[in-house]
């Protein structure tokens, strides 16, 4: 077993160890298929994760998605299941509802919005003076934008961000913890339901509360369901994106300097952002069957972790440098941070558009602003986000 301690994707700490990419590497080389626990499975190398994404019928989603998943856990069932949980062709139906509003022809419309929003908030930022980079700007930016697909009225946003982040650590903390946020959230959404069936507009929820699928309108609980996915995956994600590339491209001066002085590499260094921060650490599948992965004999009911930051450093597939962050780094092979697969993340499209967009009026103001202390990082076995970052934004010298 790799390094001195235990090896366990359900405890938040293992993935906040000091030498977490160290431990990745010698599993990739000794154990790609680590069995953590009987029954449980770390997966670690780019070409099985993918293979266990693109199999729903040998591994699925719907007996667990997250590490510490609520379904596995709770003897409470759930009154419906997240479009995580969906299986064929069930997850098909629900996807192709508003798959079509996050394609990047349809979110180009978006792009001028988003663009005042990024714009707005850093006009905002007094320079000189440090700011927590989060608060300020990585929290607020794609809040604002998830909101604005979703219909919310900009008197409600303020309160997202308590909403997502008691959301995305309530499987790892107890309940009592994150009860009274989670309990906000849900009469929020509902009433937000409620609304837009009374004044449906042109926004997601509008064509939610009006979609069918099979000829039967969605439940209640469905779109609950679906709008909680939404509203918390369109917030962390594109969140810990943000600041995971300031702080990256902060350590890498030299690579920040060439995306601030070529816009034209900008999609290209988001893309390498994308595989550096690798935003969501794990999703997990279960065996269908007996089977076997990477060579390793796994048994029906095994629940496998996908560790996705393992994938995006295979040097098997990125090579010999792939522990280097290299923002020119050709964009084929493509990195797994949004997934694979049935499952790969319905928002990609936006998350890109957003971290385009966002570093490129960053460093059209401030290409040499700087960190002045330590990330605080969100412990999570969901996320590998950053709870705040320290920086001061100045213009360059």
Not at 62 to 79: C, E, F, H, Q
Not at 113 to 130: F, K, N, Q, T, Y
Not at 300 to 320: H, I, K, P, T
Request: overall charge negative.
């Amino acid at each position: 077993m790799p390094g001195d301690q235990r090896i366990d994707p359900r405890d938040a700490a293992f993935f906040a160890r000091e030498d977490y990419f160290e431990v990745l590497a010698r599993l990739r080389h000794e154990d790609p298929v680590h069995e953590c626990a009987p029954g449980l499975w770390a997966v670690t190398r780019y070409a099985d994760i993918r293979d266990l994404s693109r199999d729903p019928g040998g591994f699925c989603s719907g007996r667990g998605a997250l590490v510490n998943d609520p379904i596995r856990t709770s003897a409470t069932a759930m009154a419906a299941p997240s479009i995580l949980h969906m299986d064929p062709p069930e997850h098909a139906a629900f996807r192709s509802l508003v798959n079509r509003r996050f394609t990047p022809r349809a979110l180009a419309g978006l792009a001028g919005s988003i663009r005042s929003c990024a714009a707005d908030l850093l006009d905002a930022v007094e320079p000189g003076e440090e700011i927590d980079f989060v608060a300020a700007l990585a929290a607020p930016f794609p809040i604002t934008v998830i909101a604005e697909l979703l219909g919310v009225d900009e008197a409600d946003r303020e309160d997202f961000r308590r909403w997502s982040d008691a959301a995305i650590e309530s499987p790892d903390l107890p309940p009592a913890e994150t009860m009274a946020a989670l309990g906000e959230l849900s009469g929020f959404i509902v009433e937000h339901i409620r609304a837009k069936r009374d004044r449906p507009g042109e926004d997601l929820v509008s064509l939610l509360v009006q979609a069918e699928v099979d000829g039967c309108p969605l439940s209640k609980e469905e779109l609950f369901m679906f709008l909680l996915t939404l509203l918390v995956a369109g917030n962390e994600t594109t969140r810990t994106l943000l600041s995971g590339s300031a702080l990256v491209l902060d350590e890498h001066p030299d690579q920040r300097a060439a995306l601030a002085a070529d816009r034209e590499l900008v999609p290209g260094g988001v893309e390498e952002c994308l595989r550096w921060v690798t935003p969501v650490h794990a999703f997990c599948r279960t065996a269908t069957a007996d089977t076997v992965v990477g060579g390793t004999r796994i048994a029906q009911g095994d629940y496998l972790c996908m560790l996705y930051a393992s994938a995006n450093r295979d040097e098997l597939v990125f090579g010999d440098d792939a522990a280097r962050f290299d923002v020119r780094r050709p964009t084929n092979p493509k990195h797994l941070a949004f997934g694979f697969g049935e499952h790969v993340c319905l928002g990609a499209s936006l998350a890109r558009l957003e971290g385009r967009v966002f570093l490129e009026e960053l460093l059209a103001r401030f290409p040499d602003y700087a960190v002045t202390g330590s990330a605080e990082r969100v412990l999570s076995t969901t996320v590998a986000g950053i709870r705040s970052l320290p920086v001061v934004l100045a213009p360059s010298s």
